[in-house]
């Protein structure tokens, strides 16, 4: 279970019981209910503790090499060759990179939990994987695109998801915060979520 403050990643009963699919949450708390991005139904789940663990990650670039701390949870698992973000805990920093080496220990490993790992070895890389949620009336369609990470994302322009256009309306930043001004824009590396709107056609035309 994946959780980005107001949204989740939980299975829907209603369209998809066996795997995660993300979800807007609508009412936190100790009886949470949310409501499925996929096909839009609302219904109440629970959350369960997850154990975080601050791991030491080093990220070359070029000759170059940066240590950072962040915090992952303690059961995810990790493969070499996978790709992620990584946020500073101390700096706030945000550097997509690809796993090269697990350290568990004195050993190194192809795959690992996290609760075993000690360090992770990680090259920058200029491409990174940016979620789209796509909204329509009450449906929201989930999308994923890859773009440099200085791509520059700006509310009240379009973005390219499978050819077509969407014009964003907010951009959710690393954080916390969102940009919702037209005009505003953030760097691919520091968007936790862009924001669209799929274009509505009527008897009058597209509105």
């Known amino acids: 279970m994946l959780e980005e403050e107001n949204e989740?990643?939980?299975?829907?009963?209603?369209?998809?019981?066996?795997?995660?699919?993300?979800?807007?949450v609508l009412k936190p708390g100790q009886s949470p209910v949310a409501k499925c991005m996929d096909c839009g139904h609302t219904h109440s789940y629970r959350i369960p503790r997850v154990k975080m663990k601050t791991v030491k990650i080093i990220v070359?670039?070029?000759?170059?090499?940066?240590?950072?701390?962040?915090?992952?949870?303690?059961?995810?698992?990790?493969?070499?060759?996978?790709?992620f973000v990584v946020e500073d805990i101390n700096s706030g920093d945000v550097v997509p990179i690809m796993i090269t080496v697990l350290e568990c220990g004195d050993k190194r490993k192809p795959s690992a939990a996290v609760k075993d790992i000690d360090t992770i070895w990680g090259r920058a890389i200029d491409e990174i994987t940016v979620k789209v949620a796509i909204q329509q009336r009450e449906i929201t369609d989930p999308a994923e695109i890859k773009?440099?990470?200085?791509?520059?994302?700006?509310?009240g322009q379009n973005v390219k998801v499978d050819g077509k256009d969407?014009?964003?309306?907010?951009?959710?930043?690393?954080?916390?915060?969102?940009?919702?001004?037209?005009?505003?824009?953030?760097?691919a590396k520091k968007v936790k979520r862009v924001y669209a709107k799929k274009p509505i056609y009527g008897r009058r035309g597209r509105y």
């Not at 989740?8 to 807007?24: G, Q, R, V």
């Not at 070359?60 to 790709?83: A, G, H, K, W, Y």
């Not at 773009?147 to 509310?155: A, H, L």
Request: a negative charge.
């Open 60 to 83: 070359s670039n070029m000759e170059d090499s940066v240590v950072m701390q962040t915090l992952l949870p303690e059961e995810e698992r990790f493969f070499i060759d996978d790709e």
């Open 147 to 155: 773009v440099p990470g200085d791509f520059k994302f700006v509310v």
């Open 8 to 24: 989740i990643e939980i299975k829907c009963p209603n369209c998809s019981p066996a795997d995660e699919t993300w979800h807007e």
């Open 166 to 187: 969407y014009p964003i309306v907010s951009i959710k930043v690393r954080g916390g915060s969102f940009r919702s001004k037209e005009g505003d824009f953030v760097l």
